[in-house]
């Protein structure tokens, strides 16, 4: 079956390519139906593809496309392993759902079928990144779902705002990509090749501390900068102007997972750097936490969603520095239901109240639309890690690996309990500012459900984010098993085997759940005035949240301006004046030269005759003269 | 015999008349046989050396000198009678469109 298994990036491929020169003609809803097919039928040969991992004790295998650059090791070539499989099924799995939402998200849109030639090109991007053989075909794929981002999120041009934010996605990736791009032209002055196989079988003897480490931390770079970590998270947030199913799709089960993906791919080479993982799990815990103060006091209800994957991007960081990687891969996709979930349910809140986005602005939408609400909650309940929903299980895993790990590790196992307590206190605002109390609506919305090809993925996902999580529980490993071939090389950091100790820290992250969420419906279940007045208590500390500490203000003084000053002069001094001067004052010179001589140029015969004749003259008397 | 300075001398009054007269007269056609003139004193130079000194190479470079000639003076009328059809005159004053 893995002979068909370039069939799952053709797929998608193909339907962004088709759609692209005939989607015109299709129409709606025609064009998304045929952008959901690709992708699921490339979800069923996947599925197919991996049945003989599920069965267990199946090899990884490398399948060769095409020749690329055989020197450097990088061929168009497929790494089909667990790791691989598992990302795969959770991109066209959750991605097929997604493109069904999009078809009831986007109906009435002047550029219906575009929106899903994107969608489809993004999709067969994001699967050559998960299903690379090697860092040059992983760092192709980098690329093209960062430029399908640009495109997605500035899908709507024409708000000056989506186009500032797609740039703005576009150049803050770019700053990671520079570090990615160093550490993988490192790599290949280690190893003479970028090929997976080639590089992590001989780490162990090409790798020295010191190397290891600049190769970890510059992979780190372009992580944080695709996973949206501090200092390079800025870009997120703005990338919330897309349209809803593209932060679903990019913004939170897929593409910002790509860090923690390839980090964990890298394992082997961490493996060698315990400080780099370190580096990585502290980034990861600082950004959990930070992100998470400032989804506490967002009112736009994306934003909140747009923080919170960010914070959840830092958990998953801090499980694969703590090379918990089965904990990081396994918390990347109960995130990816539950996320997906939570912003396509809050795109349906979106669509059912008029494209209005501000919770101050909603509530009592639980009788308008149950089916939004109910599968909302149950969202909230699993990314805030109620058992056993999906995010309790993944979330417990790494923080007890991280507990296990000891040392700096316990710092940032309370930074993960503290920010788990955060996560469901501003989610169970979220649902209930959305959903209870009574409602703040304009006049003129006029809020009710989505139709069903928007309700059915959101029933879906819910189920998703309930069960997800048993895969790998303390009582049955199987994710864990599962994934095995994958971390063959390295030393994964499991949770204590001490069921005590197990129970213990189950409880407390559970502990802190239910009072994030109690102290939320506590707050929040109330008449407005009151919880606007509990908001105000808080200040400054509140308005500092809501303005995101202020660090886009920070970063626009400190580095976009001087940056545009740069430009400024370079563009109008050294440019103008210095480049186009020189090049402007050799044609002057010429010129001067030309007017200068142009008179003895008269026109007229008899000159000419008698340069011509003096001229030779003066040769005759030179010869005669014994020259 | 007469004394290979008077051919010379003959020659150098040759060259300086079809010399003078390209500078002076402004009728392409005349220009154009002082040109001729100026050839044929070269001419009679080289022929006079080459009997002196005992050498065909003089004559020969005559013959190929007197090739050229012929084909030029083709060209040369040709464009000149191109040029009188076109603007009823022959004065080169008239030709100087090439002024700088």
Redesign the interface.
């Given at each position: 079956m893995t002979d068909l298994l370039w069939l799952v990036i053709a797929l998608p491929l193909a339907g962004a390519v088709s759609l692209h020169f005939f989607g015109r003609y299709l129409k709606e809803p025609l064009s998304g139906w045929l952008a959901s097919a690709a992708i699921g039928a490339a979800f069923v040969i996947a599925a197919v593809a991996a049945v003989p991992f599920f069965q267990g004790g199946e090899e990884a295998s490398t399948i060769a496309l095409w020749e690329w650059m055989p020197a450097i090791g990088a061929s168009l070539e497929l790494l089909w392993d667990p790791l691989a499989a598992l990302m795969t099924l959770v991109v066209t799995g959750v991605g097929t759902l997604i493109h069904i939402f999009a078809i009831g998200y986007m109906h009435g849109d002047d550029r219906f079928p575009r929106f899903f030639t994107n969608l489809n090109l993004f999709a067969a991007s994001m699967l050559t990144l998960v299903l690379a053989g090697n860092y040059a075909m992983l760092f192709l794929g980098w690329e093209l779902v960062g430029l399908c981002s640009y495109l997605l999120v500035g899908f709507w041009f024409t708000r000056p705002t989506a186009a500032a934010a797609a740039k703005k996605a576009f150049v803050v990736n770019r700053i990671g990509d520079v570090g990615f791009m160093v550490g993988l032209m490192l790599v290949f002055a280690t190893f003479g090749t970028l090929s997976f196989s080639g590089i992590f079988e001989r780490a162990g003897d090409e790798l020295t501390g010191g190397l290891a480490t600049a190769i970890g931390l510059l992979i780190l770079v372009g992580a944080a900068g695709k996973s949206a970590q501090i200092p390079l998270y800025v870009w997120l947030p703005d990338a919330m102007e897309g349209p809803t199913p593209v932060s679903a799709l990019i913004h939170a089960a897929t593409m910002v997972t790509a860090g923690v993906y390839v980090i964990a791919r890298s394992a082997p080479i961490y493996e060698f750097t315990p400080f780099a993982s370190t580096i990585v799990a502290s980034v990861g815990a600082l950004t959990a936490i930070w992100a998470a103060s400032i989804a506490l006091a967002q009112r736009d209800i994306k934003k909140v969603l747009a923080y919170s994957t960010i914070s959840q991007l830092g958990f998953m960081f801090l499980a694969v520095g703590a090379t918990a990687y089965v904990a990081g891969i396994f918390h990347l996709m109960t995130h990816a239901f539950f996320k997906a979930l939570l912003f396509l349910g809050a795109g349906s809140v979106i669509h059912a109240m008029g494209d209005e986005q501000d919770m101050h602005k909603m509530g009592g939408l639980l009788r308008k639309t149950p089916i939004t609400a109910i599968t909302m909650g149950v969202g909230a309940l699993a990314l805030a890690g109620i058992p056993p929903l999906a995010g309790f299980w993944s979330k417990d895993e790494i923080l007890a690996a991280d507990f296990a790990r000891g040392g700096w590790f316990y710092f940032l196992w309370v930074i993960g309990l503290v920010t788990a307590l955060l996560t469901a206190f501003y989610i169970t605002r979220l649902w209930v500012l959305v959903f209870l109390g009574e409602p703040r609506w304009d006049e003129d919305a006029h809020p009710h459900e989505s139709p069903r090809v928007m309700t059915l993925p959101l029933i879906a996902l819910a189920v998703l984010s309930v069960v997800g999580g048993l895969v790998n529980t303390p009582f049955r490993l199987a994710l864990e098993h599962f994934l095995e071939p994958s971390f063959e090389l390295v030393s994964v950091q499991h949770a204590t085997d001490d069921v005590v100790m197990l129970v213990i820290l189950a409880g407390l992250s559970t502990l802190a759940a239910l009072a994030g969420a109690g102290a939320g419906w506590l707050a929040y279940n109330r008449p407005p005035q009151r919880w606007r007045r509990f908001e105000d208590s808080f200040e400054p500390l509140w308005g500092t949240w809501e303005a995101a500490y202020g660090v886009d203000d920070l970063y626009g003084r400190v580095l976009v301006a001087p940056g545009m000053k740069l430009a400024d002069v370079s563009a109008f001094n050294v440019d103008a004046g210095i480049v186009d001067g020189a090049v402007n004052g050799v044609g002057r010179l010429v010129r001067n030269v030309g007017e200068w001589?142009?008179?003895?140029?008269?026109?007229?015969?008899?000159n000419y005759?008698?340069l011509f004749?003096g001229g030779a003259l003066v040769v005759v008397v030179w010869l005669v003269a014994g020259g | 015999m007469v004394p290979v300075d008077w051919y010379m001398g003959l020659a150098a009054a040759l060259f300086l008349i079809g010399a003078l007269g390209m500078l002076l007269r402004r009728n392409a056609l005349v220009m154009f046989m002082c040109i001729e003139l100026m050839l044929n004193a070269v001419n009679l130079t080289l022929i006079s050396a080459g009997r002196v000194m005992n050498d065909l190479n003089g004559q020969v470079a005559v013959f190929f000198i007197l090739v050229v000639a012929a084909a030029e003076v083709v060209v040369g009328l040709a464009i000149i009678v191109a040029i009188f059809r076109r603007r009823s005159t022959a004065s080169v004053d008239e030709l100087s469109e090439l002024r700088g």
């Open positions: 001589t142009r008179p003895l140029q008269t026109g007229f015969v008899r005759g008698v004749l | -």
